[in-house]
């Protein structure tokens, strides 16, 4: 009778590696017993003398891996292989790019300083255009601020107060001499703490990294410093990047200090939502903006993959990861927005398009709308909120026109995330310092880089095809619309669009019974931030959600 095994052919070197992983296994010979032991994983069916014959390539392979391992590779080095989210046939949008931020009436100093807290960039700007208030003094009000909530949020990781000051009167000298740089000239601002800054410490909220000084500074960084922004504070991200929890503790939500912020970008969205500064830099692998905003009732921009350069971030997932603001307003998004965008020539996956915004837009007219409609109307938690939204959208003009996603098994091709990440911190795994990090349970990332060693080559590359697949018919399905609106979760879609790099804005859109925000999603077409922009900031201008906050942190 013929004997098989249930073979992983594309892991068995590497099956055999994960299940002793912190042992020496060079001279420890890999046997049809080793095979056999490996047979569950993934259902390949091979004879004995089939899985006998592979044992000359699988300890080949295995050499092959030790040589490779020998060599140090940092965080920072990308495969020799870029994710491009382009469908066949897409053409870019060939109108010269045109920002044009909203015409504002005139905007008066508050008489109780507390206010400034929570006004927008673009209030802030006039603020400082019109010389009512200097960079430095905006800068010490916000740092004071962070140093006295930061006690009962966990939002901080590094104050650079020094830097901030520093950073403030050269805004303040330049302003005065008539060099004025634009909105963001003199704003204060905080970033996640995964971008580098030179001459401190870029800890990425873990453990084994919390001493790390990376001696180069983030393209994003050097961009807003060159839009005069000041950066104030390093914020808090979950550990390496997945939750709100850090070597620190949990970052909490300013509207339920029982609660964390959810994460990763947990900092950057509690300190914004409870006012400690005008605006933060986030990332977003599989919701790391969108699910913090949610929680925190701020407005988050997820832009395109490849908008926005990475150089300087570190590393989760190559093909996922992507960079972007998370603010007060949607008009604020598309100001920090306009100022990191663009290719940076070493950030490979980047693509140059054109970014037109017009901040003075007040009608829906031109502009196709959809929304998932199945996901609206199944019955879920925040479906009233939901509702109220797309009425308001009919009320301002808005024909909604029904759409479903592709039907695409989104939540298992996440295992290209899962393998990335684990290849990203392969070290970690190999050197046991995976075992210093603070969360140990199933669902971390510990854990989870362990399993992702048994993801063969063929499966992740399998995936990509099939992500081939889907953003091609995301193409067609989004072909006659501009826009369209989905639940913020609870459905495909945050995962379906992370993994085909499309573009969202999610903001607040109303407010569960306890008194938790609730958010809304507008999604983009490919590169089509603009459009994007406009219909959601429409739609902002006609509520008032993100103009609420947290009662007591309004001293």
């Not at 590393?315 to 920090?336: N, Q």
């Not at 290849?423 to 990090?437: I, P, Q, S």
Request: net charge positive.
């Amino acid at each position: 009778m013929k004997k098989h095994y249930v073979l992983p052919l594309a892991c068995v070197g590497s099956l055999f590696l994960g299940a002793f992983i912190h042992q020496k296994l060079e001279n420890q010979p890999i046997t049809t017993n080793v095979i056999r032991h490996a047979q569950s994983l993934l259902g390949l069916d091979f004879t004995e003398a089939e899985a006998d014959s592979m044992l000359f390539d699988v300890t080949d392979n295995r050499r092959n891996f030790e040589e490779i391992r020998k060599v140090s590779i940092n965080n920072e080095v990308a495969p020799a292989v870029t994710f491009n989210p382009l469908p066949i046939g897409f053409t870019f949008d060939k109108t010269p790019s045109k920002f044009t931020p909203s015409l504002t009436s005139a905007v008066k100093l508050p008489v109780n300083k507390s206010d400034l807290a929570f006004m927008s960039v673009r209030e802030l700007a006039e603020l400082i255009r019109t010389k009512q208030i200097s960079s430095l003094e905006l800068t010490q009000f916000f740092l004071e601020r962070l140093k006295t909530y930061d006690k009962q949020l966990a939002c901080v990781i590094t104050l650079t107060e020094d830097l901030a000051i520093q950073q403030a009167k050269k805004a303040d000298a330049e302003i005065a001499k008539g060099k004025y740089r634009g909105l963001l000239h003199g704003i204060p601002y905080g970033a996640k703490d995964l971008l580098a800054k030179k001459g401190y410490k870029t800890t990425w909220g873990s453990v084994p990294f919390k001493d790390q000084v990376l001696d180069y500074d983030a393209t994003v960084i050097t961009r807003l410093e060159e839009a005069g922004a000041v950066l104030c504070a390093k914020l808090t991200l979950g550990e390496l990047a997945w939750g709100d929890v850090w070597f620190g503790g949990t970052t909490k939500n300013p509207w339920n200090l029982k609660r964390g912020s959810s994460g990763s970008s947990a900092g950057s969205a509690s300190s914004v939502s409870a006012g400690l500064l005008p605006f933060a830099i986030g990332s977003e692998t599989l919701g790391s903006i969108v699910s913090p905003s949610s929680e925190c009732g701020t407005t988050g921009l997820r832009p395109s993959f490849g908008r926005v350069p990475r150089t300087g971030a570190m590393a989760l997932s190559w093909s996922m990861d992507k960079l972007g603001p998370i603010c007060r307003t949607v008009e604020d998004c598309a100001i920090v927005f306009n100022a990191i965008k663009g290719t940076d020539g070493k950030d490979l996956s980047t693509i140059d398009a054109s970014f037109s915004f017009n901040g003075n837009r007040k009608d829906l007219k031109g502009i196709r709308i959809a929304y998932l409609k199945k996901d609206f109307d199944r019955n879920y938690p925040t479906k009233a909120q939901d509702s109220l939204s797309l009425v308001t959208l009919r009320k301002l003009g808005a024909e909604l026109i029904p759409l479903e996603l592709p039907n695409y098994p989104v939540g298992d091709m996440t295992i290209i995330l899962s393998a990335e990440a684990a290849t990203a911190f392969d070290e970690l795994t190999r050197n046991g310092k995976d075992d210093t990090m603070v969360r140990q349970i199933k669902n971390a990332w510990p854990n989870s880089f362990r399993a992702s060693r048994f993801i063969p080559a063929v499966e992740y590359l399998q995936a990509n095809r099939l992500r081939t697949k889907l953003i091609q018919e995301m193409e067609t399905k989004l072909k006659d619309i501009d826009v369209y609106i989905s639940p913020a979760f609870g459905n495909a879609n945050l995962t379906l669009t992370n993994l085909s790099g499309h573009p969202c804005v999610v903001l607040p859109n109303g407010f569960r019974p306890e008194g938790r925000p609730t958010s809304i999603t507008f999604m983009g077409k490919l590169f089509g931030e603009g459009k994007l922009l406009e219909v959601a900031k429409i739609y902002q201008d006609a509520t008032d959600f993100h103009k609420k906050h947290p009662e007591w942190l309004k001293k």
